[in-house]
């Protein structure tokens, strides 16, 4: 039996916040679009569940109202600093703040989140939702790009790949190979009765020698819960031959530092897992009739694994380019090279600088050594607390007071 053919203008394959975000740019712009996921909305998503105000900044440019419904969730808790504790009980605390005033955090599980921007996208009723459609296959063949389902195909001018770590995209027309020292293993598991460790719902992340230069983190939510996880590179996974699951079970269970945190506490889920595709690195995120976005493209920030505000960023960026695409009636690989240019104007130099830090931090000594001087130098956690609103921290960084501070106080 032949498989039934869909014809659209656009091909969105995933419904994260790429996706999503670029469904929702282009949604009057007259093209027929077909928006394609393998889950039924709302579907969860491993992920440590912070978004910072990068993402609150990306919502709004989607839209006013998103931003503002967003931060009305109820199933959002609002943070306001971070604690990092290290084995040996060194440790500070970053309060988040802007000038003076206090500025919070937002942890939204991702299943809530991500489904925000679907019902947003639903609501306007222009675009074609297939959800429970998985890709098999991702093919451009005489100048049209397909997409090949269980049973169906969907034809367009172009596919954009919003599918995530493992995007078919990426790996079947650009040929992409995971590399390990790009690439970070990730997992999370919900607890339920962890006690807030202050009055700000603070964020709390561990140094743990086992897991070094990785680390673990508590980040809390509303109803008593709160997500649990840690990452770290493949390369140290592979190099170590670390047992993840069993570090952070064991950590849970027996390391003095968490004991306590964990005393009356309980799993709701099993520990899952997932990759992190990071921007440490520039590569190429087109070609011939296809972009890719967000964590298909590689654009989290290696230092703090947050990809959400890049997907979204990446997600208008796509549309606009389709738009021009259209205008021009060219999709070639040579037009589309405007889009890598554009992703890496916006980003590419705060990837670039968090990767600096993490490479940094790679040696486990200097990491703790920094950690002690932080802990120590109210100067270094003012000039942090400044950093966080900023978008070039690397002017932090460079600060010669903060230079100072950090090699000679
Ligand atoms: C453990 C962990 C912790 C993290 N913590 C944070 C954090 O705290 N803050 C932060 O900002 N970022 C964090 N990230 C990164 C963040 O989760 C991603 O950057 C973000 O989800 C990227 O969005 P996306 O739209 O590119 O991809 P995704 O959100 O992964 O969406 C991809 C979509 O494509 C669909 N899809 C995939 N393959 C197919 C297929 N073959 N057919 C059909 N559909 C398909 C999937 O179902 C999914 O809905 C974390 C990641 C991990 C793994």
């Known amino acids: 039996m032949n498989d039934k053919t869909q014809k659209f203008d656009v091909l969105i394959l995933g419904a994260g916040p790429a996706g999503l975000a670029c469904a929702l740019k282009l949604v009057d712009s007259g093209l027929s679009i077909a928006l394609v996921d393998k ?13 910072s105000w ?7 440019k989607l839209s ?5 419904e967003f931060l009305k969730m109820s199933e959002t808790a609002s943070t306001q600093g971070l ?7 060194d440790s500070f605390f970053i309060p988040f703040r802007y000038k003076g005033e206090i500025k919070e955090m937002h942890i939204c599980k991702r299943k809530d989140f991500d489904n925000l921007l679907y019902r947003q996208v639903r609501k306007n009723g222009k675009i074609t939702l297939l959800e429970n459609f998985k890709a098999k296959k991702v093919e451009v063949v005489n100048n049209v790009a397909r997409i090949h389902g269980n049973n169906s195909i969907l034809e367009g001018e172009i596919v954009l790949g919003a599918d995530g770590a493992h995007s078919l995209v990426a790996k079947q027309l650009l040929k992409r190979k995971m590399e ?4 970070s293993a990730g997992l999370r598991v919900y607890y339920e009765n962890i006690p807030p460790i202050d009055n700000k719902s603070s964020m709390e992340f561990y140094v743990l020698d086992d897991l070094l230069p990785g680390y673990f983190w ?8 709160a997500n649990v996880g840690l990452g770290v590179l493949s390369s140290i996974v592979t190099e170590k031959k670390l047992n993840l699951r069993e570090i952070l079970q064991n950590a849970i269970d027996k390391n003095p530092l968490l004991q306590e945190r964990f005393k009356n506490a309980k799993p709701v889920e099993s520990i899952k897992g997932h990759g992190l595709t990071l921007g440490s690195k520039r590569r190429p995120i087109s070609g011939d009739r296809y972009l890719l976005l967000g964590d298909a493209a590689s654009l989290i920030d290696p230092l703090s694994g947050e990809g ?4 979204i960023r990446s997600g208008r960026v796509a549309a606009a380019h389709v738009l021009e695409c259209f205008e021009a009636e060219n999709f070639s690989a040579s037009f589309n090279k405007k889009y890598d240019k554009e992703i890496y104007r916006l980003m590419w130099k705060e990837l670039k600088f968090s990767r600096w830090i993490q490479m940094f931090f790679s040696r486990p000594w200097l990491m703790k050594f920094a950690i002690r001087k932080i802990g120590n130098n109210k100067i270094i956690r003012k000039l942090l607390t400044d950093s966080y609103d900023t978008k070039d921290k690397s002017q932090v960084f460079w600060n010669p007071r903060f230079l100072w501070n950090f090699l000679f106080k």
């Open 64 to 68: 006013p109202r998103l931003e503002s």
């Open 218 to 225: 508590i980040f809390p939510l509303p109803n008593n819960t």
């Open 308 to 311: 959400v505000g890049n997907a």
């Open 180 to 183: 390990r020292e790009h690439y």
């Open 54 to 60: 990068d993402v609150y900044n990306q919502l709004s």
């Open 83 to 89: 604690h990092v504790i290290t084995e040996e009980g």
């Open 39 to 51: 889950s039924e909305f709302p579907r969860d998503k491993i992920c440590g569940d912070a978004l």
